[in-house]
């Protein structure tokens, strides 16, 4: 019998146990379970008293050099000492495990588990951490180069409102907002001095998903969207999710800011055109991850991608955003 064609599956939690305890010469009792089906797919794995994280990447989202790249920079930053998660090597020195998934080959990382918990709201004292770490990871990662993605406008703006339009018409209301965000953000882009702007190798998605707090201190995992790009990428959109997180009260979110700003600077200073950037791009990193929402439609995103969850992201998040920023669309 043929079977037919997967777009993705879930691997059991239970049957890739034995291939930890011969890759990983992990014990009898070692335990795992699915954290998270999403863009990957996440697992918790204990041995002991000891903590994994396992990522199967999805089908043909990550080539086998993307993810060698990722795991080039997270061994980088683990030996300055930085508190990020980082690749385990198997017994056999080896960093990705093939799975032979029925949709196709699909590869497998384990990564050391980040202590602490995920906190949505948290004080501006542990926001000046976060600037802290993420300016030291910055020192590092400055002028840094990865075989990966090329962070630019055209990857950032215009690819992802291309897919964009597929869900959602473009004579609607917010697709006409979004179309003049497009021309803003792009005549930005065309008039940055690049002189005045650091480059490297960015993580792209820094906020409070993606770090664990464990007695006050900052653990930064998930360099998924790791790539080339201007190192303000991940202040823009640290800022904004702030602002996301913290809607309620305009004040607390300039307070939490003032500190991340204010913990980065003391490690490592912005630029006067850095700092002007960050409204602007953290509208750019809005436009990328509704990209994205729509480029993995088919494996995670359909549950609640539709053309009311669009309009309400547009108008909620990304508009709100520009007008608090006062940005001229």
Request: glycine residues 4%.
């Amino acid at each position: 019998m043929t079977h037919f064609p997967v777009v993705s599956s879930i691997l059991s939690a239970q049957y890739l146990v034995p291939i930890f305890q011969v890759k990983y010469n992990f014990s009898r009792d070692t335990t795992c379970r699915l954290l998270k089906a999403g863009i990957n797919h996440t697992y918790l794995v204990t041995d002991g008293i000891q903590k994994y994280i396992f990522r199967i990447y999805c089908l043909n989202w990550r080539s086998k050099k993307d993810i060698l790249e990722e795991v080039r920079l997270l061994n980088l930053l683990h030996a300055h000492e930085l508190p990020v998660s980082f690749p385990i090597a198997d017994f056999d020195n080896e960093y990705l495990q093939l799975m032979h998934a029925p949709e196709g080959l699909r590869f497998g990382v384990m990564f050391s588990f980040a202590q602490g918990e995920k906190v949505l709201q948290f004080p501006a004292t542990l926001h000046y951490k976060a600037g802290v770490t993420m300016a030291r990871i910055h020192q590092v990662t400055e002028n840094f180069k990865l075989d990966r993605v090329e962070y630019t406008p055209s990857s950032l703006v215009v690819e992802p409102f291309e897919r964009l339009k597929g869900y959602l018409p473009v004579e609607t209301e917010e697709m006409q907002w979004m179309q003049q965000a497009q021309d803003y953000l792009l005549n930005v882009f065309a008039t940055i001095d690049h002189t005045k702007v650091r480059h490297g190798a960015v993580h792209m998605d820094i906020w409070f998903d993606n770090l664990n707090i464990h007695n006050g201190e900052i653990n930064i995992f998930d360099f998924d969207f790791c790539g080339n790009g201007m190192l303000v990428y991940d202040l823009a959109y640290y800022i904004l999710q702030i602002y996301s997180t913290e809607r309620e009260n305009l004040d607390d979110c300039k307070e939490k800011v003032a500190a991340f700003l204010s913990g980065y600077a003391a490690v490592t200073q912005l630029s006067e055109e850095e700092k002007a950037l960050l409204p602007a791009l953290g509208i750019s990193m809005y436009f990328f991850y509704l990209g994205v929402q729509c480029q993995r439609f088919e494996d995670y995103s359909n549950i609640f991608l539709n053309e009311v969850y669009l309009k309400r992201y547009i108008k909620s998040l990304v508009k709100r955003y520009a007008d608090i920023n006062d940005l001229a669309i």
